[in-house]
């Protein structure tokens, strides 16, 4: 089984850059593709981005794309997110989350593994 651990949310102005990261522990995740979802108050889990195992494929949600860019680093065991040109509706509890094989990446369910969150919060 793989744990990950979210880090670097926070708050920050709207115009702003934040790059969350997740750090997996336990089996090899450079097997494992990596999803992040973002959860507003009172809100569903929506898909944010993802990445293949390599890395050599990646998927967004419109509402990111050209701001946020997903990327990993096996050799720390840690997937990253990017985030530039944060707007006020980026305002989220953001989720790492994981699963072997490639799937479709935008549904949540597919996901077996997932982490604790980190908030990120976006002020006008």
């Known amino acids: 089984q793989v744990q990950l651990v979210e880090s670097g949310g926070g708050l920050v102005q709207a115009g702003g850059s934040l790059r969350l990261a997740c750090a997996a522990s336990?089996?090899?995740?450079?097997?494992?593709?990596a999803g992040w979802f973002r959860q507003a108050p009172g809100m569903e889990r929506v898909f944010v981005a993802a990445?293949?195992?390599?890395?050599?494929?990646?998927g967004y949600a419109d509402s990111v794309k050209g701001r946020f860019t997903v990327s990993r680093d096996n050799a720390k065991n840690t997937v990253y997110l990017q985030m530039n040109s944060l707007k006020p509706e980026d305002t989220a509890l953001y989720y790492c989350?994981?699963?072997?094989?490639?799937?479709?990446?935008?549904?949540?369910?597919?996901?077996?593994?997932w982490g604790q969150g980190t908030q990120v919060t976006v002020s006008s």
């Open positions: 989350a994981a699963r072997s094989g490639w799937f479709d990446y935008t549904d949540p369910l597919q996901y077996t593994m």
């Open positions: 990445t293949s195992w390599s890395g050599g494929d990646t």
């Open positions: 336990g089996r090899t995740f450079s097997r494992y593709s």
